[in-house]
């Protein structure tokens, strides 16, 4: 017997028929015995076994994801099979456009300039750079130490004052008087290109590697190139004579 059925039974419900007997069976009006009913179904003892809210969602969540490839699979040839392997081969080409590719860093087209319209001296951009980097903004203190060590660059004529250089450009033309810090340099021109244009976050340990890179720039001396040109010449000439 349903607890419904049980219910109704125990508030004297009208039977189906007639009782026999010397009392006359006690009857209920329609209404009032479903609301009755209802009162009494509600009841926490009536629900105790049925699934939480959370069990509930899941269930319509998974029969919305059947139902979605029972329609898939019905309108792909070859049903559900059919459906499997084009989701494979989806996969695939993922895979191999991501294994060809490599992950996106930086947009193909050339990088902007390293300085905007406000010339300012090395120790500008320093200060600018320890003030970010006090109050933890680690993006603005990596370029503006980046600015730093180009414009300390220009100053000690290792570079030519050239508006419109780009980072990777200056790296590349610093290695060639710093050769010990070629490395260094191009490093600090692909996370200032990284912070600045290719969406990345930097950190305090990105910023401190500038830093000590600009502190081992001042006390580096520059090997001038018409010097390292001579030197082999004229130490075969003294090796001849």
Not at 15 to 27: I, N, Q
Not at 147 to 165: F, Q, S
């Amino acid at each position: 017997m349903t607890a419904a059925g049980a219910v109704l039974r125990e508030l004297g419900a009208a039977p189906l028929l007639p009782r026999t007997g010397d009392e006359p069976p006690v009857t209920i009006p329609r209404d009032p015995a479903r609301e009755a009913a209802e009162r009494e179904l509600s009841k926490p003892m009536y629900h105790e076994n049925d699934p939480s809210l959370l069990q509930r969602a899941l269930n319509r969540f998974w029969g919305w994801v059947d139902d979605l490839f029972s329609a898939a699979s019905g309108a792909t040839p070859g049903g559900g099979l059919g459906l499997l392997v084009i989701v494979l081969a989806v996969v695939l080409l993922a895979a191999a456009l991501w294994w060809r590719l490599g992950t996106p860093h930086r947009a193909a087209t050339s990088a902007p300039a390293l300085f905007d319209d406000r010339p300012r001296s090395a120790a500008e951009h320093r200060a600018a750079s320890e003030a970010h980097a006090a109050q933890a903004h680690w993006n603005q203190a990596v370029q503006e130490r980046m600015r730093a060590v180009v414009r300390a660059l220009e100053e000690r004529a290792l570079l030519d004052p050239r508006p419109g250089r780009t980072a990777d450009e200056a790296a590349t033309e610093a290695g060639r008087t710093l050769p010990s810090h070629t490395d260094r340099l191009r490093s600090a021109a692909h996370t200032f290109d990284d912070v600045t244009y290719g969406g990345r976050t930097a950190d305090e340990a990105a910023y401190l590697r500038l830093a000590e890179l600009d502190h081992d720039l001042e006390n580096t001396r520059p090997v001038l190139t018409s010097a390292a040109h001579t030197t082999p010449s004229s130490s075969s000439q003294g090796a001849a004579e």
